[in-house]
């Protein structure tokens, strides 16, 4: 998946989780200042913890960000937590 793909559905955002199992940070990075080709996957060899400073980081789009998904009738499929 590119930031291309990830940002048409509303999402502009990387969840990045420490796989250090002391550790387990995670944190949301943005990442608008990146072009559109770059894939999401290349992210994890970038980044580190900022907490334990490991290079074992898991790094997916940030999915809460999403538009909410809606059915024929416009209506929200997955209720909202609110």
């Given at each position: 998946m590119?930031?291309a ?14 796989l250090n ?19 999401v996957?290349?992210?994890g ?6 907490k ?7 790094v ?18 997955m209720?909202?937590?609110?």
């Open positions: 590119t930031l793909n990830m940002r048409e559905q509303g999402v502009r955002g990387l969840a990045v989780y420490c199992h002391s550790c387990r940070h995670h944190t949301v990075v943005n990442v608008d200042r990146y072009p559109h080709e770059v894939e996957p290349s992210f060899r970038r980044l580190k913890c900022s334990c400073g490991g290079k074992r980081v898991d997916r789009p940030n999915w809460k960000e999403a538009s909410p998904v809606q059915d024929w009738r416009g209506r929200p499929v209720p909202s937590e609110d």
